[in-house]
């Protein structure tokens, strides 16, 4: 799955490079300051992908001893440096914005720079939509990340054609650096976002209310039985999925008929993700007082 993975990294890769010529030609010959925005955003596209894929190799590796649950929570790294990236060329683009507001000019060879910018965008948009559906299929923030971020950028690039078209039609060229600015806000919220979910992550944020809820079922359904369970925790690290439990069985039963159990149930909440899961279940009697000290994730200690 990882050499899969980084193949879409290389495809971001390639893709930023062949827009980020595109657009800053299309800079070039117009003079544009939309244009020069929607270049410099292309510039972090490349550094973020090169980081993403830099990430995605070092998540790879497996535990060892001093990483014993892994490396997967580098990719969490790989987002919240590019929305760092994307937020320092937000400013990059404001400042550059508002020089040209102060003293607007005209812009040069507008419809050979139209069409090299809408072919940039017809670029991100494909390789956009394959990151992005493959991100989440794979579990992987970073691929998503990246995809969602190029999707930004083809967001970003139909707005400011339109405002470079608006410009050639009424040549009112201070269109040009508020369509600029505007473009540079919108960046901003996505490198928010994405260091928003980065963090998150770091902070061993548990997986969606829904799978939670499909495993409460599953667990659930041995009530019958006189098996029941508590401290259900879960984490999301990256690709891989940590699941935790106490598993309470029948207080006759022996270690072997618990473990047994416990290796079928761990086994079956494993195939119910798409993704690398570690689940650990703990197992104790269920008519033991002693058995419900450890519900939360502190010990009740007896005093």
């Given at each position: 799955m990882?050499n899969?993975?980084?193949?879409?990294?290389?495809?971001?890769?390639?893709a930023?490079?062949?827009?980020?010529?595109?657009?800053?030609?299309?800079?070039?010959?117009?003079?544009?300051?939309?244009?020069f925005s929607?270049?410099?955003?292309?510039?972090?596209?490349?550094?973020?992908?090169?980081?993403?894929?830099?990430?995605?190799?070092?998540?790879?590796k497996?535990?060892?001893?001093?990483h014993?649950?892994?490396?997967?929570?580098?990719?969490?790294?790989?987002?919240?440096?590019?929305?760092?990236?994307?937020?320092?060329?937000?400013?990059?683009?404001?400042?550059?914005?508002?020089?040209?507001?102060?003293?607007?000019?005209?812009l040069?060879?507008?419809?050979?720079?139209?069409?090299f910018?809408?072919?940039?965008?017809?670029?991100?948009?494909?390789?956009?939509?394959?990151l992005?559906k493959n991100?989440?299929?794979?579990?992987?923030?970073?691929?998503?990340?990246?995809?969602k971020?190029?999707?930004t950028?083809?967001i970003?690039?139909?707005?400011?054609?339109i405002?470079?078209?608006?410009v050639?039609?009424?040549?009112?060229?201070i269109?040009?650096?508020?369509?600029?600015?505007?473009?540079?806000?919108?960046i901003?919220y996505?490198?928010?976002q994405?260091?928003?979910?980065?963090?998150?992550?770091?902070?061993?944020?548990?997986?969606?209310?829904?799978?939670i809820?499909?495993?409460?079922?599953?667990?659930?359904?041995?009530?019958?039985?006189?098996?029941s369970?508590?401290?259900?925790?879960?984490?999301?690290?990256?690709?891989?999925?940590?699941?935790?439990?106490?598993?309470?069985?029948?207080n006759?039963?022996?270690?072997?008929?618990?473990?047994?159990?416990?290796?079928?149930?761990?086994q079956?909440?494993?195939?119910?993700?798409?993704?690398?899961?570690?689940?650990?279940?703990?197992?104790?009697?269920?008519?033991?007082?002693?058995?419900?000290?450890?519900?939360?994730?502190?010990?009740?200690?007896?005093?």
């Amino acid at each position: 799955m990882r050499n899969k993975l980084n193949r879409y990294m290389y495809l971001s890769i390639g893709a930023a490079i062949s827009t980020i010529l595109l657009k800053f030609y299309a800079y070039y010959i117009t003079g544009s300051v939309g244009f020069f925005s929607d270049a410099l955003e292309s510039l972090v596209n490349l550094a973020g992908a090169v980081i993403a894929l830099v990430m995605l190799v070092i998540s790879a590796k497996p535990a060892d001893g001093s990483h014993n649950f892994g490396h997967t929570k580098a990719e969490y790294f790989s987002s919240t440096i590019e929305g760092a990236l994307i937020i320092i060329a937000a400013v990059s683009i404001i400042w550059s914005a508002i020089t040209r507001l102060i003293h607007p000019k005209p812009l040069d060879n507008l419809n050979i720079g139209l069409l090299f910018s809408v072919a940039a965008s017809l670029i991100n948009l494909v390789v956009a939509l394959i990151l992005i559906k493959n991100g989440k299929k794979n579990n992987s923030i970073a691929v998503e990340a990246d995809g969602k971020h190029l999707m930004t950028d083809v967001i970003t690039s139909a707005g400011v054609i339109i405002a470079i078209v608006i410009v050639k039609f009424t040549n009112i060229y201070i269109l040009d650096p508020i369509i600029a600015i505007i473009v540079a806000i919108n960046i901003i919220y996505t490198g928010y976002q994405l260091i928003n979910k980065s963090v998150s992550g770091l902070m061993d944020a548990s997986i969606s209310d829904e799978e939670i809820h499909k495993i409460s079922s599953y667990l659930d359904s041995f009530k019958d039985q006189n098996i029941s369970y508590h401290s259900l925790m879960t984490r999301q690290a990256g690709q891989r999925i940590f699941i935790s439990l106490h598993l309470l069985v029948p207080n006759f039963w022996t270690i072997k008929e618990a473990h047994d159990f416990a290796e079928e149930l761990e086994q079956n909440i494993e195939k119910m993700f798409n993704t690398p899961v570690t689940v650990s279940t703990h197992i104790e009697p269920n008519d033991d007082p002693m058995s419900f000290n450890d519900i939360k994730i502190d010990r009740k200690v007896k005093k």
